[in-house]
């Protein structure tokens, strides 16, 4: 996943496949793509997404689909 056009740099982005219940980290890779460590993919087509920028606030966007190519514009900025 690439998040584009925050306010603050991110720091962090972790992918629920539970409604919010547990959250599995991310690692920012080089080219700004922030990817699950262990190879494969989370098992499902539509996640939910927790966005950490510097500034320590956190933005949650619910229904997030994994497919290449798709775009999910966030409700909020943080």
């Known amino acids: 996943m690439q998040v584009l056009d925050c306010n603050h740099p991110i720091t962090g982005l972790a992918v629920s496949t ?3 219940k547990s959250w599995q980290p991310t ?3 080089e080219y700004n793509f922030f990817e699950r460590e262990q190879a494969g993919g989370f098992d499902k087509d539509i996640v939910m997404v927790r966005i950490t920028c510097s500034n320590k606030n956190s933005v949650i966007i619910p229904d997030v689909s994994v497919a290449g190519e798709a775009k999910t514009v ?5």
Do not use: K, Q
């Open 18 to 20: 539970d409604n919010g």
């Open 74 to 78: 966030a409700p909020v900025n943080c």
């Open 27 to 29: 690692v920012r890779r």
